[in-house]
């Protein structure tokens, strides 16, 4: 048996089972993702695909292979390693054939210059519990924790919950943010082991929200009325794409929906920002909508008083 299927028999039985997720960055001393400093793990595998998207190596759940054509010198030593011949060496540097890649991982092992990384490893919830134990300090002196995030992380529902328990059983601060989209019951067991919900909203009107995302937003609003419900802390987020969800016809009918819930939310304004295009072209992606200008200061303060014109508490940024 060569190496890639060893590897490859190895993630399959890692992944089925309920204390291992994978994951595609674990970010330390983060300040907009809850409260307090707080450690970011990001978790791989959504079931939305938005057109912005600024994590597009959290989209898909398998592991991926970040190539960095400034750092490649030619050598070849990736086409040797790859065991699938999925990699060809052009004047455009290394290119690879996607049907054929299972990305294994060899060639990024091989490569002496690091042109070639694999994004996606495999963690126990003991281990991950190990690397925010050393931050329990900083929890300490902040009132932060840790923030779950993705990607969608309840895609890997097991995996999170243990996360959850295992951190609560340690007076650690956990946070899940999330799009919502996921099965009602899945939501329900997450809640019971979750300390704050920081929870997305982008666009209201159906129709559109598939559009710019792939699905439709009605198992997201339904979700988070069951939320209102319960009584788990939520944190609305709205991300603002100029020229997707910032007309006031959106900005109208989202304020207009969380003032029926039964509790009063804060609602966070987080400004689109540019440097997703980079990512998408290292993991041989495209980014479905370019050229999205960054919100200008002024058109972030008219969202912001017109969500608070409607009777909502709102700041910009997270």
């Not at 912005?52 to 990736?78: F, L």
């Not at 210059?113 to 329990?136: C, H, M, N, P, T």
């Not at 650690?172 to 099965?183: E, L």
């Not at 982008?202 to 439709?216: A, L, P, V």
């Amino acid at each position: 048996m060569n190496r890639w299927h060893q590897n490859g028999i190895r993630i399959a039985l890692e992944a089925k089972s309920l204390q291992n997720g994978i994951i595609f960055d674990v970010k330390q001393y983060a300040i907009h993702d809850g409260p307090g400093i707080r450690t970011t793990v990001f978790l791989k595998g959504c079931p939305l695909h938005c057109h912005w998207c600024h994590n597009p190596e959290g989209i898909q759940m398998k592991p991926q292979i970040n190539y960095q054509r400034q750092r490649c010198i030619g050598c070849g030593e990736c086409l040797d390693a790859c065991p699938e011949k999925a990699l060809s060496l052009t004047d455009a540097g290394i290119t690879t054939e996607q049907q054929r890649c299972r990305s294994c991982g060899l060639c990024a092992e091989a490569c002496p210059s690091e042109a070639r990384e694999r994004i996606g490893r495999i963690l126990s919830s003991e281990q991950l519990l190990e690397l925010v134990k050393k931050d329990i300090p900083f929890y300490e002196a902040s009132g932060g924790g840790v923030t779950f995030s993705g990607g969608e992380p309840l895609r890997q529902a097991e995996f999170l919950i243990e996360c959850l328990k295992l951190c609560a059983g340690n007076g650690i601060h956990c946070a899940v943010d999330t799009s919502g989209f996921a099965a009602p019951e899945v939501l329900e067991r997450v809640a019971r082991e979750t300390r704050l919900f920081l929870y997305d909203l982008k666009i209201m009107d159906s129709k559109k929200h598939e559009r710019f995302t792939g699905k439709s937003n009605q198992q997201i609003l339904a979700n988070l009325k069951y939320l209102a419900r319960s009584n788990v802390p939520v944190v609305i987020r709205m991300p603002l794409i100029p020229g997707i969800n910032d007309d006031q016809e959106n900005i109208d009918l989202l304020a207009r929906f969380i003032r029926t819930l039964p509790k009063t939310y804060h609602v966070h304004i987080l400004p689109y920002h540019e440097g997703q295009e980079n990512k998408y072209r290292r993991l041989n992606m495209v980014l479905q909508t370019k050229n999205i200008p960054m919100p200008d200061p002024k058109a972030l303060f008219r969202v912001k008083n017109r969500m608070e014109n409607l009777g909502l508490r709102v700041q910009i940024g997270g």
